[in-house]
């Protein structure tokens, strides 16, 4: 082939899905989709794993699914980069085990074996891998893989240690909406614009706000801005196979309303009606009525023709709960003017879904790609972007969510923002809270919230041999950097003895969707309290060092000093030091301009000291109001 001879080391691109998984390769022709031998474009996101015998992927792990219903993992990346604390809950409707995994992860048990959700993904990248090898004749040992755009650094983590495992190197994580958006040609313009990407997929439904920003603003390529996210990791096309098959068994005389009528029957035969009513569901896509017949033993027979509109009034319920999630996500966006709907998923071919999503944003949603491929065709076009096959789309990646450190009091100072192109650097000063600290703890955090214990602890590391100096001197350098590929690693450094400590951040696992959902939500609703408790908490710290310096400084220089001038000076520290208490008790109660006021009373009446030379050298410190770490 030609694009090989071109390309000895090509990057495909990897649609790694919940239901199914695609591979795709672009060339000077374009992006298209490497099929299996067989002609298949669609790999099931299905794994069996029996003893002694060899892993089966695809659909023949999804064939043989009704005899070995716990040895088969369907939805692992539900699991990704979770602990097992956060997958219980979730784990409902999973036919196999959850377990406690190493270090706490989620992992799947079965016959006795551990298997992490990292392995289940690696084993459908390998297969996909093996297909990408077939088609274009070569080794592949690159790619270009998409995740949800509310996927965590966890999550993201997890996704690049499977592509690893199956001797990949995952080149770039490309956040599915935006892989959609690529493969569009959405960018190239040179316009800015804003676009919903909605993606109802089998097991998992998303809408994604992005606002796309043309090079020439965003400097080195395309920006793809997430501005809202929202979605239901439970809502999908199998809903809507059960629904349908219930409602079949339920017209054939089988249980009543309200009873799940499908409870009753063997699991072979559960399986066999749930793909009978998917492969009605996908014909009534095309066709205005299917006849069915299906015979399901004990006098069951299924003989009927099924209508449209007969299936559209079992779906509604699930479409409409789509719609709530795209309302809350155009909440969330501040409204914001939407000038395209894209739609991404198998279960957007259902005529109902497209007609409720165009009414909705009230534009006819763009469909001319197939709904299975566009992710993977997109992710294929950023692949060839950086291959160089490309040279119109330079696409940037963002940070999905706020990095910080903890400083006294419990606050976070947040080095790099939501949605800040990488890579990206931040640096930022800091000082100690204590006279003669020579270690500080560096707390890394993500989140969107103001207080350490409502973000995620990413990691913890000391830095040491910082020479004794009073609290507020050492100059305290913390630098975050994010490369190309989401890894962040901080350092932290004092300027004046040179002594640095440097981590490379891997977390262990992530946030779950919801968690990442509330806090984006609880972030614009408490917002303002916690903006308050911040400040206050800061005033506080600060106020007392100010306290002391003062002190210190009077005491050395009492007896120079008019008497009246010492007392208005004590009264002031007595003013502030019961706001400093009260502030520590109850800081939703502090008003915090007035702790501000008695906080610069006293700074500006210390002034007469001036002729101390010393006493002016710590206060021209303490102005800097530099955030100090525990
Ligand atoms: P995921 O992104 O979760 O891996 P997909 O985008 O592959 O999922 O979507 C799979 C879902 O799409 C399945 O529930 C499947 O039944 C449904 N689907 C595929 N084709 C059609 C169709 N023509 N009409 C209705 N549903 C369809
Ligand atoms: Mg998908």
Known sequence: MSDTAVNPDPIVGIDLGTTNSLVAFCDEAGPRILASASGERMLPSVVRFLAGQPVAVGFEAVRSAVNFPRETVFSAKRLMGRSFAESQGMADGLQFEVVAGPRGLAAIGSEGATILPQEVAAVILAELRQRAEAQLGCTVQRAVITVPAYFDDGQRQATRDAARLAGL????????????????????????????????????????????????????????????????????????????????????????????????????????????????????????????????????????????????????????????????????????????????????????????????????????????????LGAATQAAVLQGTRRDVLLLDVIPLSLGIETVGGAVAKLLTRNASIPARAREMFSTSVDNQTNVKVHVLQGEREMVADCRSLARFELRGIPPMPAGIPQIEVEFLVDANGVLQVTAGERRSGCRAVVQVVPSFGLTPDEVDRMERESVTHARADMHHHRVVDLAVNAALDIKWISEALDRTRSDLAPAYVQSLAELITKLQEMIERARATPQDVDADAFHAAKEALDRASVSMHEQSIARSLRGMSTQHRERIP
């Not at 399901?296 to 509604?316: M, N, P, Q, W």
């Open 169 to 376: 190197d995952p080149v770039r994580i490309v956040n599915e909406p935006t892989a959609a958006a690529l493969a569009y040609g959405i960018g190239r313009t040179g316009v800015a614009e804003t676009i919903a990407v909605y993606d109802f997929g089998g097991g998992t439904f998303d809408i994604s706000i992005l606002q796309v920003i043309p090079e020439e603003r965003a400097g080195d390529g395309i920006l793809f801005r997430v501005i809202a996210t929202a979605g239901d990791t439970h809502l999908g096309g199998d809903d809507l196979d059960r629904a349908l098959a219930e409602h079949l068994l339920r017209s054939a005389g089988c249980g009543s309303t309200g009873d799940r009528a499908m409870d009753s029957l063997t699991p072979a035969t559960r399986q066999a009606l749930r793909e009978f009513a998917q492969a009605t569901k996908v014909a009534l896509s095309e066709r205005d009525r299917v006849d069915v017949d299906l015979d399901l033993g004990d006098g069951i027979r299924l003989k009927r023709s099924v209508t449209r509109e007969e299936f559209e009034s079992i779906a509604i319920p699930w479409v409409d709960r789509t719609i709530a999630a795209c309302e809350r996500a155009m909440g969330d966006a501040s409204k914001v003017a939407i000038d395209r709907v894209i739609l991404v998923g198998g279960s957007t071919r259902i005529p109902l879904v497209r007609a409720r999503v165009g009414e909705f944003f009230g534009l006819d949603p763009y469909t001319a790609l197939d709904p299975d491929c566009v992710v993977a």
